[in-house]
């Protein structure tokens, strides 16, 4: 063997081990998104906004979805999805982001987003007050999680108070679904 093929052959060899190790140390990030992404979920559902649904901005932004992250890191949401199953109304994150143990209500009505109250923009209702079910996509279109309420007259209500927020106790009846 010629002293170029042997200083050929540890050259590739050295390429191919920083390659493995440069792919050794994305995975552990990756892993890491991956996990904090699994600890978003719909937490809360006011379906049925107080009062007569009337149809104004004020009652149309009572009736609300709350996700949250459970996790400690900072989980960008852009490209997820909030649907409504039934009809398929579905509210696109844009340009968002949910800091480690908060949560954010997604709104039906017409506001201003904040960190904590994002809104659809809609002038009608979303969520059928019998039944439905908001599915929660990633950006891959994949289900991090959905929550059904009415399904065989079950009332369930969800108690669990994430971020603290005061509640009547209305509208959270439903079931709760991880995948």
């Known amino acids: 063997m010629t002293s170029s093929s042997v200083t050929a052959r540890r050259l590739a ?22 996990s904090h992404r699994e600890n978003v979920e719909i937490s809360r559902v006011q379906y049925d906004s107080p009062g007569w649904d009337n149809g104004s901005n004020r009652s149309l932004n009572s009736e609300w979805v709350e996700i949250t992250n459970n996790s400690r890191h ?27 143990h908060e949560s954010v209500r997604v709104h ?53 108070d994430h971020g603290n927020r005061d509640h009547d106790g209305r509208g959270h009846g439903h079931s709760h679904f991880r995948r």
């Open 74 to 100: 900072r989980v960008n949401l852009d490209g997820w999805r909030l649907t409504e199953d039934r009809r398929g109304v579905t509210y696109t994150f844009r340009r968002f982001s949910l800091g480690g």
């Open 13 to 34: 060899a050295a390429a191919l081990a920083a390659g493995a190790l440069v792919g050794a140390a994305a995975l552990p990030a990756t892993a890491a998104d991956r």
């Open 108 to 160: 039906t009505g017409v506001g201003r987003d904040t960190a904590d109250d994002l809104f659809q923009d809609r002038r009608n209702y979303v969520w059928d007050n019998r039944r439905d079910t908001a599915t929660l996509r990633n950006d891959n279109r994949r289900v991090v999680d959905s929550v059904s309420w009415g399904e065989r007259g079950q009332r369930w209500d969800d108690n669990r």
